[in-house]
């Protein structure tokens, strides 16, 4: 019985999640994203792959976030997500109605760490063998672009996962077995 319950509430759990995901995004065909984004996304990213166009019920003024939660078609969205990527790099770019680019996510796996980055880690995790790496670099509207670095590295079989920004200072690190 006790199994039945957790079960349950699991299952619960699970489907609350996806549907708030569902209230907050709606996935997009070409056809349905206005033709300015399109047009901007063609010119800003021309040699990436679209894997996914949605719709968020959100606005940007003035660098603060808003959700409208008022949508009824997808013709009352006004910002649009679109994830993309090219061989060595994913990006996820956000544009208003009118085509501009108003937030940029790049992440990049298994980067040639800056110096200041690897001379960082290194002096804070001596003994410590870098076994994978990511890099990812967030900018909002014309704002200053933040840069971090996640780094897994490993010793006699411990791995700890640490994260950067671009200057090498440890922002945190977690440790698995």
């Known amino acids: 019985m006790k199994t039945i319950v957790l079960s349950?509430?699991?299952m619960g759990l699970t489907l609350q999640s996806n549907a708030q995901?569902?209230?907050f995004r709606a996935k997009l065909e070409v056809e349905e994203v206005p033709e300015l984004v399109v047009t901007a996304l063609e010119e800003d990213f021309p040699d990436f792959t679209i894997v996914e166009y949605t719709a968020v019920p959100v606005e940007y003024v003035e660098g603060d976030v808003y959700i409208n939660p008022n949508i009824d078609t997808n013709a009352d969205y006004d910002t649009f997500e679109i994830d993309m990527h090219?061989?060595?790099k994913e990006v996820t770019a956000t544009y208003d109605r009118e085509?501009?680019?108003i937030k940029l996510t790049e992440h990049f796996?298994?980067?040639?760490?800056?110096?200041?980055?690897s001379k960082s880690i290194a002096k804070e995790y001596p003994n410590w063998k870098l076994v994978k790496d990511s890099y990812e670099m967030v900018q909002v509207g014309n704002d200053k672009a933040k840069k971090r670095y996640r780094v897994v590295l490993e010793n006699h079989g411990k791995k700890i996962h640490v994260h950067t920004n671009e200057k090498g200072k440890i922002l945190n690190h977690h440790k698995r077995v």
């Open 86 to 88: 090219t061989a060595s």
């Open 21 to 23: 995901d569902l209230l």
């Open 109 to 117: 796996k298994n980067v040639a760490l800056p110096y200041r980055v």
């Open 99 to 101: 085509g501009e680019l």
């Open 8 to 10: 349950a509430v699991l």
